[in-house]
């Protein structure tokens, strides 16, 4: 993959100024996710199951 891949979608929390700029990439089974002023370094993935019980825990604090 290159820093160009399309799919990634920018976080609405991040911005120009930021050092907190994440995106994230949704596929079939996982869900990717990269820093956006990295885009060729690491990127983490998450199965979807995995991913929906992450965003479950940050929801509840």
Request: charged letters at 25%; hydrophobic letters at 40%; a positive charge.
């Amino acid at each position: 993959m290159t820093a160009r891949d399309t799919g990634w979608i920018k976080s609405s929390r991040s911005s120009g100024g930021s050092n907190a700029c994440v995106e994230v990439r949704f596929g079939e089974a996982t869900v990717g996710v990269r820093d956006s002023k990295n885009a060729d370094g690491p990127r983490l993935v998450f199965a979807a199951r995995g991913w929906q019980a992450f965003l479950a825990r940050v929801s509840s604090g």
